[in-house]
């Protein structure tokens, strides 16, 4: 008996296993084994490829864990390195969200071993009044089987999200509560973004409409005439490339000292570059909470009033880069290849990295960590 639930288990896992990434590699072993154990018990001969594969499964499960505790050790290693010995406080909402997401995890491994439970009870009260007939007299088909493949699926997903709360437990006591800097677009995870405003190539509304000489706001309606006013009163106007006031011309006719003493001004820079991050600011810097490898993503934060602190409302974790593959990445737009006038280094004053101005565009801002020699004006 159960033959039946067993095979339909491993074609249910070989069609939607991949829905469950990572955990599947866990999950297979259990799913192999459960059609593996019924084909012992009832003498079929496809048991020992069964077995065979239930076998493979669990070398290629053990070698993930192998890999996994190595990532740890990585983890703790880079964090006891790039300690800076200094502490700071979790503000309310990420602290908040941090319980939040423990609760969910507890919850759902809960959750899913009650409803096991159930589905076993109901599978063996079933079974039992099955057992001695045939399938002829089962009118051809087994009720037992279809619940006991529901039990398993839910026992298997109980197992799992039970181990998963186990070793997010491990890797964040081995690790950490630990406050990571990350630089956006970089790192382990994806989806960090500047805690600044995107406000590249643009100037407030006001200041467009209070500069003798600016055409931005003309030039905007000639391009877009049946924009509203009032959403550019809120989000501001695009600098005209060819303002007398804030045209490219300007942004090239300053000295390198003047550019650096300015280059926090937004419409500096081109729509689709990046903006200078101050390295001194606390506010500027992109933050992971609690990050301990692919077990636990860490949640995104920035510097708020001096804490460490999330938006409101439940948390998520950052979602994990893939390397080699950008199916779900962004990948910033780059920089032109010709037209390059110079480049001036921003870390004299405070910025981590540096302007390239164009002939014929607004400047790029690219950080330190992009190779790139900087030129020191």
């Known amino acids: 008996m159960l033959g039946l639930s067993g095979i339909l288990m491993a074609v249910l896992f070989s069609i939607g296993g991949w829905s469950f990434g990572r955990l599947s590699v866990g999950m297979a072993p259990l799913v192999l084994a459960y059609a593996a154990i ?10 020992p490829i069964w077995w065979a594969g239930t076998i493979a499964a669990t070398l290629w499960f053990l070698f993930q864990v192998v890999f996994s505790v190595r990532q740890l050790r990585a983890v703790r290693t880079l964090a006891k390195r790039s300690s800076t010995g ?11 969200a941090l319980r939040s997401i423990a609760r969910e995890s507890i919850f759902w491994a809960t959750g899913l071993s009650i409803a096991a439970t159930i589905a076993g009870i109901a599978t063996f009260g ?38 998963r709360c186990g070793w997010r437990a491990i890797a964040r006591t081995v690790v950490g509560n630990l406050l990571w800097q990350v630089s956006p677009g970089l790192g382990p995870v994806e989806g960090l973004l500047s805690p600044k405003e995107h406000d590249a190539g643009m100037l407030p509304f006001a ?27 809120g989000d501001g106007v695009l600098a005209a490339a060819y303002c007398p006031a804030h045209g490219i011309d300007q942004v090239n006719s300053l000295t390198p000292e003047q550019f650096r003493s300015k280059a926090i001004t937004t419409w500096f820079w081109d729509e689709n570059s990046a903006e200078p991050i101050s390295e001194n ?18 949640l995104p934060a920035q510097f708020k009033n001096g804490q460490a602190e999330t938006n409101p409302g439940p948390g998520e974790l950052a979602d994990e880069r893939v390397p080699g593959t950008g199916a779900w990445s962004w990948e910033p737009p780059k920089p032109p290849l010709g037209g390059i006038l110079d480049r001036i280094d921003l870390r004299p004053v405070g910025l981590g990295g540096q302007a390239i101005r164009y002939s014929h565009g607004r400047a790029w801002f690219e950080t330190g960590n992009q190779n790139h020699e900087l030129d020191r004006r």
């Open 126 to 163: 079933v079974l039992s009044t099955e057992l001695g007939h045939t399938y002829e007299e089962l009118e051809g088909g087994s009720f037992s089987d279809y619940l006991a493949t529901a039990a398993a699926i839910l026992s298997i997903l109980a197992i799992i999200q039970w181990v």
């Open 281 to 298: 600011l606390e506010a500027d810097r992109c933050l992971l909470i609690g990050f301990a490898g692919h077990s636990f993503t860490g």
């Open 86 to 96: 200094l502490t700071a406080e979790v503000g309310p909402a990420a602290s908040a």
């Open 38 to 47: 019924p084909h012992t018990l009832d003498g079929y001969a496809s048991a």
């Open 207 to 233: 200041h467009a409409q209070a500069t003798p000489g600016c055409t931005c706001i003309e030039e905007f309606f000639r391009s877009d005439p049946s924009e509203d006013e009032e959403f550019l009163e």
